[in-house]
T-cell receptor
Framework: QQQVKQSPQSLIVQKGGISIINCAYE??????FPWYQQFPGKGPALLIA?????SEKKEGRFTISFNKSAKQFSLHIMDSQPGDSATYFC??????????????FGEGTQLTVNP | DGGITQSPKYLFRKEGQNVTLSCEQN?????MYWYRQDPGQGLRLIYY???????QKGDIAEGYSVSREKKESFPLTVTSAQKNPTAFYLC????????????FGPGTRLTVL
């Protein structure tokens, strides 16, 4: 019940294309869903996050879509650029209301954007 | 500059030796975390601490130990009991409130020879 399943494991898109990464969860206590971006040899950095009271959140070229009934959420990267090439992790947390702020991460998606 | 520092960046140890990884933050965050990252497996939580002198086991605590004597410091010891210690270790911190962002350090790559 604590798992977050992420797909695909790897993704190759052309410059200017749309990158889509999907995550699914089982634990209904999760109520905070961040996405992290990680470059090789670096620590992850928060990209964008959503709470289940909204179905979509957009920041620049990055959009999270959230489907509470299906327990799924996805990251869309519009107009993908070579500089977006990185590993992306989805995560989920029950926030502080239940078991503290620990995050459960998906397995990661390695995105390559070809020029 | 505020942030999280981890040292060393690369660490080599011989089998059977304990080794301690350093994590320091000057963000005045209450909570700190240790994760292990292996290729294709995402980040797995080893230990976390929400307040000084208190910490909880994460999903893969066996073979690891931590201490939290100061708010800004959360060192991780990888003991000889950890069967597969070679990995990338990440420390994170956050303000202790709902929906809080975790900030990550640059990581320490540990290799057991």
């Amino acid at each position: 019940q604590q798992q977050v399943k992420q797909s695909p494991q790897s993704l190759i898109v052309q410059k200017g294309g749309i990158s889509i990464i999907n995550c699914a969860y089982e634990n209904t206590a999760f109520d905070y869903f961040p996405w992290y971006q990680q470059f090789p040899g670096k620590g992850p950095a928060l990209l964008i996050a959503i709470r289940p009271d909204v179905s979509e959140k957009k920041e620049g070229r990055f959009t999270i879509s959230f489907n509470k009934s299906a327990k799924q959420f996805s990251l869309h990267i519009m107009d993908s650029q070579p500089g977006d090439s990185a590993t992306y992790f989805c995560a989920a947390s029950p926030g502080q209301k239940t078991s503290g702020s620990r995050l459960t991460f998906g397995e990661g998606t390695q995105l390559t954007v070809n020029p | 500059d505020g942030g999280i520092t981890q040292s060393p960046k690369y660490l080599f140890r011989k089998e059977g030796q304990n080794v301690t990884l350093s994590c320091e933050q000057n963000l005045n965050h209450d909570a700190m975390y240790w994760y292990r990252q292996d290729p294709g497996q995402g980040l797995r939580l080893i230990y976390y601490s929400q307040i000084v002198n208190d910490f909880q086991k994460g999903d893969i605590a066996e073979g690891y130990s931590v201490s939290r004597e100061k708010k800004e410091s959360f060192p991780l010891t990888v003991t000889s009991a950890q069967k597969n210690p070679t990995a990338f270790y990440l420390c994170a911190s956050s303000i202790r409130r709902e929906y809080n962002e975790q900030f990550f350090g640059p990581g320490t790559r540990l290799t057991v020879l």
